[in-house]
């Protein structure tokens, strides 16, 4: 390179401003923060042997799916590989957050952990309640405000053949639960506390599922299936227009709806399902291997019997 001889075309001052925006924009290209559904743990999962999985998305029906996927599997198309390849992101990205929200409304989590000086009780007591806070704001604050406290603390998410291994900054997290200005530190050497999720990947139907096990799903909201949803609500409203005399029976249903006489029959069946496993299906409580072909496959009108071969919990 070699400083040229005339006048520079574009004044110092913008080129300034133009290069900042090209700087800010190819970090948000890789961060993900500017995509349209940001990933929540972009550069922050990894697996046991140091592969790390980014954020990718399929499109089925006009519906995104987005995933995290090991490089290693990318890199490598067609070897085996152990463990999981991919992962559902909001399945990843919930247990994450449960898992920092768990540990942080915890008052003896948090005094354990965060809380330096034990012989002074009220500033353990603000720091419990702090922490409570952040808990909820956690789960109920926005995408941004979510995406900021866990670029902040976390320092890497480890999957394992057991579960899920969230390792946090353990000063960042004093630091955001006092809201105290972040220190600057060498974080290859600051301290980690270690989250245990335990899980396993489920396979239902055409879908892939991260399922909380044991203590780690307690408080975690479900994830609604549409299809057995869909099914359930149909089968519901038709019901009620037959038992109305407004429909007679599937003949009428079908021509109504256009749909298959035999598929209008099937569907039918799940009017009468157990009333707690409607609610379970609706609150996305359902057993995750589930599919709307179990719900209508010769359904036992004996409601304990539905609840055994199904997979919900007995009643």
């Known amino acids: 390179m070699y ?48 592969n790390r999985f980014t954020p990718s998305h399929t499109v089925k029906n006009g519906k995104r799916y987005r995933y995290y996927v090991s490089q290693a599997a990318i890199k490598h198309p067609g070897s085996c590989h152990q463990g999981p390849v991919r992962i559902p992101a909001g399945e990843l990205e919930t247990a994450a957050c449960s898992a920092l929200h768990s540990f942080l409304k915890s008052a003896t989590n948090v005094t354990d952990a965060l809380v330096v000086r034990r012989k002074n009780a009220d500033s353990s007591q603000d720091t419990i309640r702090a922490a409570a806070a952040l808990s909820k704001r956690l789960l109920f604050g926005s995408p941004a405000e979510r995406r900021a406290f866990i670029r902040t603390v976390v320092s890497r998410i480890v999957v394992r053949s057991e579960g899920l291994e969230v ?5 960042a997290l004093r630091n955001s639960v006092r809201q105290s200005p972040a220190r600057h530190r060498n974080q290859s050497s600051e301290p980690l506390l270690s989250l245990r999720i335990n899980t396993h990947l489920a396979v239902g139907g055409r879908e892939t599922r991260l399922v909380l096990t044991g203590d780690s799903a307690e408080g ?53 399902l157990a009333p707690d496993m409607v609610d379970a299906i609706l609150k996305g409580r359902q057993p995750p291997s589930l599919t709307v072909h179990d719900l209508v496959s010769d359904l036992p009108s004996d409601w304990a019997t539905q609840r055994q071969r199904l997979g919900f919990a007995a009643k």
């Open 3 to 50: 400083a040229g001889e005339h006048a520079g075309i574009v004044p110092r001052e913008l080129w300034d401003k133009v290069q900042e925006r090209l700087r800010t924009n190819n970090y948000g290209h890789r961060s993900g923060s500017r995509a349209k559904e940001p990933s929540l743990l972009v550069g922050l999962v990894y697996d046991e042997r140091g």
């Open 167 to 171: 390792l946090v900054r353990k000063e």
């Open 220 to 272: 975690i909201a479900g994830r609604p299936t549409h299809s057995l949803i869909k099914a359930v609500a149909r089968a519901h409203d038709w019901y009620e227009r037959i038992t109305r005399g407004e429909l007679r029976y599937r003949r009428s249903i079908a021509k109504l709806t256009g749909l298959d006489d035999r598929y209008v029959s099937r569907i039918l069946r799940c009017a009468f």
